[in-house]
């Protein structure tokens, strides 16, 4: 290939990619920390979907940009408001932790790891406290499996446990669907404390959730 066929190849290679990083970004949601204010302090919203997108989006953004949006969020959002601040702890949390997970991944050297479990400790306590004192248990039940996940990356088995069951409990006690790898995984946990009997409860539970997992399309609302 001659030396302007290489060129016009790279430059057609060149527009192609702008096209789609173009498009990405237009599909990308907006981070408006003024509408995600109003939505985490609404009673009726959808946790699991609209915490995971945002979530998600933070996570695809520069940690700079990350770190923007929850300091503009703080201050648009009424952090003693029980369901904003809840759902605020839990993001900033999420939020903290995927950026330095990231940072393992990469460098395989999580040397910052013990450095940030306080501050995520005090974040979901935080959070714990606001939901409880809501009395809604559909934000108890958020709190407690937000919690319960970042718990169990830091091999804290023992709190992990009680608050997946405490979630998992108050989804059952409200008629809202648990997912099967939602009773898989504290099938797994309470495996690892040494109570079977209950863990092969939950896996039972898991099989049947699998089995029926499209007889009921209904989106859990939190």
Not at 33 to 46: H, R, T
Not at 148 to 155: C, E, K, L, S, Y
Request: hydrophobic share 40%; aromatic share 16%.
């Amino acid at each position: 290939m001659t030396s302007a066929g290489k060129i016009s190849l790279y430059l057609f290679c060149l527009y192609a990619l702008l096209q789609v990083n173009n498009y990405c970004l237009a599909q990308t949601p907006n981070l408006d920390p003024k509408k995600w204010a109003v939505e985490l302090s609404k009673k009726e919203f959808y946790d699991d979907e609209s915490f995971t997108r945002l979530l998600s989006t933070l996570s695809a953004a520069d940690s700079v940009k990350a770190f923007q949006f929850i300091n503009e969020l703080e201050k648009r959002g009424d952090l003693g408001q029980y369901y904003f601040g809840s759902r605020f702890n839990c993001l900033k949390a999420k939020v903290i932790y995927n950026i330095f997970a990231a940072k393992f991944y990469k460098d395989k050297n999580f040397v910052d790891k013990d450095k940030i479990k306080p501050q995520l400790i005090g974040l979901y306590a935080n959070a714990l406290e606001m939901a409880y004192r809501s009395e809604a248990d559909a934000l108890i039940a958020f709190v407690s499996y937000e919690y319960a996940g970042t718990m169990g990356q830091f091999n804290e088995t023992g709190i992990s446990v009680m608050y997946l069951k405490n979630a998992i409990d108050l989804y059952e006690k409200m008629n809202r669907r648990v997912l099967p790898y939602q009773y898989q995984g504290l099938a797994e946990l309470l495996y690892r404390v040494e109570e079977y009997n209950e863990s092969i409860f939950y896996a039972e539970k898991a099989i049947w959730a699998g089995q029926n997992l499209h007889t009921n399309p209904e989106i859990m609302k939190y």
